[in-house]
């Protein structure tokens, strides 16, 4: 079935450094979306990608999805405390509509 | 606009017994799917309903099973419990199709003791 790995596992930067989690489908997606969830809190949709090579930008965060459409990665400038959560990742399949989660990348922030 | 509402929020049980678990998505919204978080794990789908239908399922045992009301609300229930359930239990929902964001509950807090 559907795969969809997330990598780092975990980070921690200092407070101004940039951060980047990784996203790597086993099949072809239809779209992606990220999400964010805070220490003790639910996961809020962040953005969607559709189209192959899309690039996306809210405010420090750009958003990639693949010219394959098979993976996708997140980026964030300049951190700040405010950044920490985990980032997931969510692509439906070409044909299949379930969604699939990564496992999450677990930002930590040091000020 | 109230947001997905997961009742209840704190559940201790012990093994062997079975619990129910319930949602009220947001208004509008005829799809509601079902997460179980734990550490390290990520999001593991459980299952999607949509009028009342179940849309997809996860590789959940038996023991998982969910069913979602007329008024799109959806209860999830695990039976038999062993201490592995013990998890973040999340519901989501989401307008008509398949590019339409997840908009997640506070979730259920399940321990087995």
């Known amino acids: 079935g559907q795969q969809v790995m997330q990598i780092p596992q975990y980070q921690h930067v200092q407070e101004g450094e940039d951060f980047t989690t990784y996203c790597n489908s086993s099949?072809?997606?239809?779209?992606i979306q990220w999400y964010k969830q805070r220490p003790g809190g639910h996961p809020v949709f962040l953005i969607q990608l559709v189209k192959s090579g899309e690039v996306k930008k809210q405010k420090r965060l750009t958003f990639q999805f693949g010219e394959a459409k098979k993976n996708s990665s997140l980026h964030i400038t300049a951190t700040q405390t405010t950044d920490v959560g985990t980032y997931f990742c969510a692509g439906h399949g070409e044909y299949g509509n379930k969604l699939v989660f990564g496992a999450g990348t677990i930002l930590r922030v040091k000020s | 606009k109230a947001g997905v509402t997961q009742t209840p929020r704190y559940l201790i049980k012990t093994r062997g017994q079975q619990v129910t678990l319930s949602c009220s998505p947001i208004s509008g919204h005829r799809s509601v799917s079902w997460y179980q978080q734990t550490p390290g794990q990520g999001l593991q789908f459980l299952f999607e309903?949509?009028?009342?239908?179940?849309?997809n399922k996860g590789n959940f045992p038996g023991r998982f099973s969910g069913r979602q009301f007329s008024n799109s609300r959806s209860e999830m229930n695990v039976s038999t419990l062993e201490l592995g359930d013990s998890a973040l239990y999340l519901c989501?929902?989401?307008?008509?199709?398949?590019?339409?964001?997840?908009?997640f509950g506070d979730g259920t807090r399940l321990s087995i003791l």
């Open positions: 989501a929902s989401r307008r008509t199709g398949d590019d339409q964001p997840q908009h």
């Open positions: 099949t072809t997606l239809s779209n």
């Open positions: 309903y949509f009028s009342e239908t179940q849309r």
